[in-house]
T-cell receptor, first 114, second 111 residues
Framework: DTGVSQDPRHKITKRGQNVTFRCDPI?????LYWYRQTLGQGPEFLTY????????KSRLLSDRFSAERPKGSFSTLEIQRTEQGDSAMYLC????????????FGQGTRLTVV | KQEVTQIPAALSVPEGENLVLNCSFT??????LQWFRQDPGKGLTSLLL?????REQTSGRLNASLDKSSGRSTLYIAASQPGDSATYLC??????????FGSGTQLTVLP
């Protein structure tokens, strides 16, 4: 296992289009998190899953955003009707709730909305 | 609501110097505190995790301390090297283990 994997690494889209990102966590990790990071800021929490259940969503996650984690494995984050303000780095992290809960992050997906 | 602050926002030091990065948090009811490194345009690399019951953790030239009562953590880097140049982020973990991050300290180590 090589760690948390995110795809794509970069995405450029036109305003109004829909985009979907994928995250593959470390295989034995049952918790999966999505964060968003804008330039010069620390990442901000968006949502998290324990296995396949989405247990918490931030106020930052508007109704244009939806996340899924079918079968408790990989996760997808979809943004509908993208806006320029959605331009950011989207980071995925995973951890295990019965180990030391250290969070490991992927390399992120850089979204640019033009 | 947890708030995390990192001071300074940027730091430039000559190679070989020892340095301390500071992190403060407002809610002492944390589960753990984690320090990360981020290179430009990249994801986050975990450096050290301190559980709420611990006072410090060490890894190589890095030492992180935690004082829950005062809401502070420090990351000490010994004998800094140009390869240490990056942004360092601290993050406090809440009850659901989601992380609240500071804005980071951008470190430049000059050769």
């Amino acid at each position: 296992d090589t760690g948390v994997s995110q795809d794509p690494r970069h995405k450029i889209t036109k305003r109004g289009q829909n985009v979907t990102f994928r995250c593959d966590p470390i295989s034995e990790h049952n918790r999966l998190y999505w964060y968003r990071q804008t330039l010069g800021q620390g990442p901000e929490f968006l949502t998290y899953f324990q296995n396949e259940a989405q247990l918490e969503k931030s106020r930052l996650l508007s109704d244009r955003f939806s996340a899924e984690r079918p079968k408790g494995s990989f996760s997808t984050l979809e943004i509908q009707r993208t806006e320029q303000g959605d331009s950011a780095m989207y980071l995925c992290a995973s951890s295990h709730d019965r180990m030391n809960t250290e969070a490991f992050f992927g390399q992120g997906t850089r979204l640019t909305v033009v | 609501k947890q708030e995390v602050t990192q001071i300074p926002a940027a730091l430039s030091v000559p190679e070989g110097e020892n340095l301390v990065l500071n992190c403060s948090f407002t809610d002492s009811a944390i589960y753990n505190l984690q320090w990360f490194r981020q290179d430009p345009g990249k994801g986050l690399t975990s450096l050290l995790l301190i559980q709420s019951s611990q006072r410090e953790q060490t890894s190589g030239r890095l030492n992180a301390s935690l004082d829950k009562s005062s809401g502070r953590s420090t990351l000490y880097i010994a004998a800094s090297q140009p390869g240490d140049s990056a942004t360092y982020l601290c993050a406090a973990s809440g009850s659901a283990r989601q992380l609240t991050f500071g804005s980071g300290t951008q470190l430049t180590v000059l050769p």
